[in-house]
């Protein structure tokens, strides 16, 4: 499966990782759980998703030390996006300079909408990259 249709979702909620597992997979996307940061680190030793969605509060490793960590690391990096129940949603991706947020509970269609466009964006590069070889 292409990269840009791989997303990784972040979160310690497996009911909230199975609904947002099924609904992009009905559209697709190859979807990859972890159930914390360290988990999601492990799974991006072998794997590059096109995006990843993020809960801030999890048990071992939390958002933000997860994208502190992520951010560290070299090579091209995915886009996040923060979900979150807070009512300050915009500033926790901010915190971590994410892409963009979810405020939970959200809509499957503005997941499908947040999806689409950081996916595509990068399969659009993809395919600029491969023009040029």
Request: glycine share 4%; proline share 5%.
């Amino acid at each position: 499966m292409p990269a840009a249709r791989r997303i990784l979702i972040v979160d310690d909620d497996e009911s909230i990782r199975d609904l947002v597992t099924m609904a992009l997979g009905a559209e697709g996307y190859e979807v990859m759980g972890a159930r914390d940061g360290a988990a999601a680190l492990h799974i991006l030793a072998t794997s590059r998703p096109a995006v990843i969605l993020l809960d801030m509060r999890m048990p071992t490793m939390n958002g933000w030390e997860f994208a502190r960590e992520y951010a560290q690391r070299p090579g091209p990096r995915a886009p996040l996006i923060i979900m979150s129940a807070a009512r300050d949603a915009a500033a926790h991706a901010a915190e971590v300079e994410a892409d963009a947020f979810l405020a939970k509970p959200f809509d499957l269609t503005d997941l499908y909408t947040c999806i689409a466009r950081f996916a595509d964006e990068r399969e659009a590069r993809a395919d600029q990259e491969e023009t040029r070889a």
